[in-house]
Nanobody, 116 residues
Framework: QVQLVESGGGLVQPGGSLRLSCAAS????????MRWYRQAPGKERELVAA????????NYADSVKGRFTISRDNAKTTVYLQMNSLKPEDTAVYYC?????????WGQGTQVTVSS
């Protein structure tokens, strides 16, 4: 079955950096686009970044462009989210996502808190 396991969250000061990882299993990782979402308290879940299965095509939410970078290692079946210049408004639970045969799959999420 599809499994997504996020890691790398934590508490960081404004301006700091974190790298999130999402280890995937149970599907042919290289054949699927991968996405990172986030959900802040009291807000809807929002798409942060996405990366295509081939060609390395990426897209980002306007709020993170120039600060966040999504990447993937197909050999390790892992997708990453490098987050730089973090702001308090980036505080949220971050989730990895894949859509397979019309089904949405999510990890358990990893908490990112940006605070001084």
């Amino acid at each position: 079955q599809v499994q997504l396991v996020e890691s790398g969250g934590g508490l960081v000061q404004p301006g700091g950096s974190l790298r999130l990882s999402c280890a995937a299993s149970g599907f042919t990782f290289s054949g699927y686009a991968m996405r990172w979402y986030r959900q802040a308290p009291g807000k809807e879940r929002e798409l942060v970044a996405a990366m295509s299965s081939v060609g390395g095509i990426t897209n980002y939410a306007d709020s993170v462009k120039g600060r966040f970078t999504i990447s993937r290692d197909n050999a390790k079946t892992t997708v990453y989210l490098q987050m730089n210049s973090l702001k308090p408004e980036d505080t949220a639970v971050y989730y990895c996502n894949v859509v397979s045969f019309g089904n949405n799959y999510w990890g358990q999420g990893t908490q990112v808190t940006v605070s001084s």
